[in-house]
C-alpha cells in the first residue's frame, strides 16, 4: 500500500520549535514535489510549504514565510517541515502531500492535483 506517513507533531509553547517528518511506503516519492498543508479546528484545509523534486525551489504561505522551513533527503526519501516561532494560530493537523509536479501543490489547487495525502500529525501550541 502506498501511503505517506507523518511524525513529530506534539504540544509546545509559544515562540517553540518543532520539527514534522514525513516518510513515503510502497513507492519512492525522491522524483515527487512534496508539501506540507494544515487544518485547524473548524475550518479548511491551508497551503504551508512545497518543495520541488530536486529540493532547488520551495514555495511558503504568507503565515509561515520567515519562520518555516521545509527541507528534503531524497537518498532517504524523507521531507520535513521546521517550524520556528510557533503562534498558537499554528494549531492544526499538519499533513504531508506529494505530487507529480511543483505547480500542483501551491494554490490555487485541484482535487486531483494532490496525488497523496499523509493520515496527519497535530501540532498544539499554547500561549
Known amino acids: 500500500q502506498v501511503q505517506l506517513v507523518e511524525s513529530g507533531g506534539g504540544l509546545v509553547q509559544a515562540g517553540e520549535s518543532l520539527r514534522l517528518s514525513c516518510v513515503g511506503f510502497?513507492?519512492?516519492?525522491?522524483?515527487?514535489?512534496m508539501g506540507w498543508y494544515r487544518q485547524a479546528p473548524g475550518k479548511g484545509r491551508q497551503f504551508v510549504a512545497a518543495?520541488?523534486?530536486?529540493?532547488?525551489?520551495?514555495y511558503y504561505a504568507d503565515s509561515v514565510k520567515g519562520r518555516f522551513s521545509i527541507s528534503r533527503d531524497r537518498a532517504k526519501d524523507m521531507v520535513y517541515l521546521h517550524l520556528n516561532s510557533l503562534k498558537p494560530e499554528d494549531t492544526a493537523v499538519y499533513y504531508c502531500?506529494?505530487?507529480?509536479?511543483?505547480?500542483?501543490?501551491?494554490?490555487?489547487?485541484?482535487?486531483?492535483?494532490?496525488?497523496?495525502w499523509g493520515q496527519g500529525t497535530q501540532v498544539t501550541v499554547s500561549s
Open positions: 502531500t506529494a505530487a507529480s509536479s511543483f505547480r500542483r501543490l501551491i494554490p490555487p489547487t485541484e482535487d486531483s492535483d494532490i496525488e497523496y
Open positions: 510502497g513507492r519512492s516519492f525522491s522524483n515527487d514535489a
Open positions: 518543495i520541488s523534486w530536486s529540493g532547488s525551489s520551495t
